[in-house]
């Protein structure tokens, strides 16, 4: 089992930044890719970023098109920690934001294919 924790979420004006960070612990080892998805009110959740830990990983990363240039996804894997920093914020970035893990040694952008989920933190960025 894996445990993921969210924290970081809040309330941002348009053009601001936030960080997230997703905190897992158990067993991590299990589990090579870590993402970030994101669902507004009735709306799907969709995919906005994805890395791999070291070891399963040259450092790529992977992002929505809707956030390339505004958002990057890191890691610190002492900490087993993964974080989502965010810039440029727009009122469309307005969701819950979601860690996610995964066995797949690729990143997978559908929310289904990921195993393990954390409870969520709010961001809400106002116009």
């Known amino acids: 089992q894996v445990q993921l924790v969210e924290s970081g979420g809040g309330l941002v004006q348009a053009g601001g930044s936030l960080r997230l960070s997703c905190a897992a612990s158990g067993r991590t080892s299990s589990v090579p890719s870590m993402g970030w998805f994101r669902q507004a009110p009735g709306k799907e959740r969709e995919f906005v970023a994805a890395i791999r830990w070291r070891g399963w990983s040259s450092g790529d990363t992977y992002y929505a098109d809707s956030v390339k240039g505004r958002f990057t996804i890191s890691r610190d894997d002492a900490k087993k920690t993964v974080y989502l920093q965010m810039n440029n914020l727009k009122p469309d970035d307005t969701a819950v934001y979601y860690c996610?893990?995964?066995?797949?040694?690729?990143?997978?952008?559908?929310?289904?294919?990921?195993?393990?989920w954390g409870l969520g933190t709010q961001v809400t960025v106002s116009s």
């Open positions: 996610a893990a995964d066995g797949r040694i690729m990143p997978a952008t559908t929310a289904q294919l990921y195993a393990y």
